[in-house]
């Protein structure tokens, strides 16, 4: 090892760019010479068979700067479609996966039972109305007899005023005026009773419109048990699936199916705490297959946490996508891209490069001119500069050009300078 270091005069990286560069030399060289060698010929003799290949011709392009994450869809809105009540089930009036309006009837059980509860309550709350008139006529009546025992008492008082003067001024004995005092106190204690009828009836007043009351509200409850008979959906969305047959009993609160409203779906994403300054309300998300890595939506950050995830040191932000297609669905696993940015530049197809040595290389169709003053479309193999990978295309650094042909098919069957037939020229428009 010391004697490498006083050689180079540093221990290992100017050998490996010289190991590098020999490679490189090498594999270059060894090109050139077999091109050479398949071009060097005897005078007369046709020369080497036309590869047939098919080029796309190169066009600017966008690369895009992005962060791949995982995760599953949520829905708009997601409930559970349950009963009120309890009862058998006589109809079911959707299938599985039907859209649902608000309101629309989707499971309907028996009502036999609670028709007759309706039809009996419905019944007492009529008894209780007559109830509830009798009492009212007869407080209505004591009230008049007590009005009548009022007057009694009041005549009877002026009569006994009238009595005691004549009696003073020796006009009337004293019998006449003890009579009026009697009159009068027999009018006062039947106006006391016409009172106590009146109080007594006006509590029974009461008790009839209480005991109306509660018969009405048996009816109330008894006609609603019989609405919630027929099972509803609260709002308009997508049905689940829905297994009851009819002749099920289903309880309260069992969960008959479940109502999505995936219009609009939504993806939660851990980004990492470094993409922090580049976060922001707008950002552009692409869902792709997780299989494929097919293109399946296109939607935009709508939330950013103002909060850090301590054990993740993550930000939770939050990306909606329209789908009114209905091609999404509520828990399906994606794969989201976040978009940083955006920048012009020409991209490759991944099938074009060949690498030799760690360098890469792509075939460009070109026309070589011929002795003859024709030209022969030939393959020419240039060394390129490439940045990162975009689907199925590199991002070009150095090394072509827009408006290039570059050769996408058979290349394995080609050398610098082998002539080539073009099969078809078409345009790449990543």
Do not use: H
């Amino acid at each position: 090892m010391s004697n490498a270091q006083s050689k180079s005069g540093d221990p290992m990286l100017p050998v490996t760019i010289r190991r590098s560069g020999r490679a490189l030399g090498a594999a270059l060289a060894l090109s050139l010479a077999v091109g050479a060698c398949s071009q060097s010929q005897p005078p007369g003799a046709m020369g080497p068979q036309a590869v047939p290949v098919r080029v796309q011709e190169l066009q600017p392009g966008t690369f895009e700067e992005g962060s791949d994450f995982v995760g599953s869809l949520e829905a708009e809105q997601r409930i559970e479609l349950k009963p009120e009540v309890e009862g058998r089930v006589t109809q079911v009036l959707v299938n599985s996966g039907s859209t649902v309006a608000q309101g629309q009837p989707v499971v309907q059980l028996s009502t036999e039972q609670v028709q007759s509860e309706v039809a009996a309550n419905q019944a007492a709350a009529q008894a209780a109305s007559f109830g509830r008139e009798a009492a009212q006529a007869q407080v209505d009546a004591a009230q008049a007899q007590l009005a009548r025992t009022q007057a009694d008492v009041e005549l009877a008082a002026v009569e006994f005023s009238r009595t005691e003067r004549l009696v003073g001024a020796g006009a009337l004995s004293r019998q006449d005026l003890d009579n009026a005092q009697n009159q009068l106190n027999v009018a006062q204690a039947a106006q006391r009773q016409a009172a106590d009828t009146v109080r007594a009836a006006q509590a029974q007043l009461q008790q009839a419109l209480s005991t109306f009351e509660q018969a009405q509200a048996e009816v109330d409850v008894s006609q609603s048990d019989l609405g919630y008979k027929q099972v509803v959906a609260p709002v308009a969305g997508r049905l689940g699936d829905v297994s009851l047959k009819v002749g099920d009993y289903v309880e309260a609160g069992q969960t008959l199916a479940t109502i999505t409203q995936n219009s609009e779906l939504f993806l939660r994403i851990q980004v990492p705490t470094t993409r922090a300054s580049q976060l922001r309300t707008g950002i552009p998300v692409e869902l792709l297959s997780p299989d494929t890595g097919e293109p399946l939506a296109t939607g935009s950050v709508n939330f950013v946490s103002p909060e850090v995830n301590e054990d993740g040191q993550s930000i939770l932000v939050k990306a909606r996508f329209p789908n009114e297609a209905g091609n999404l669905r509520d828990g399906q696993f994606v794969r989201a891209r976040l978009i940083w940015s955006t920048t012009a530049t020409l991209l490759v197809p991944t099938v074009a490069v060949t690498r030799i040595a760690g360098q890469s290389f792509v075939f460009v169709a070109t026309d070589q001119p011929q002795e003859d003053g024709q030209t022969q479309r030939v393959a020419s193999q240039r060394p390129v500069q490439l940045g990162q990978i975009q689907g199925n295309n590199y991002q070009v650094i150095d090394g072509l050009e827009p408006g290039d042909d570059v050769i996408v098919t058979n290349i394995l069957q080609l050398q610098d300078g082998s002539p080539i037939t073009p099969e078809a020229q078409t345009s790449a428009t990543p």
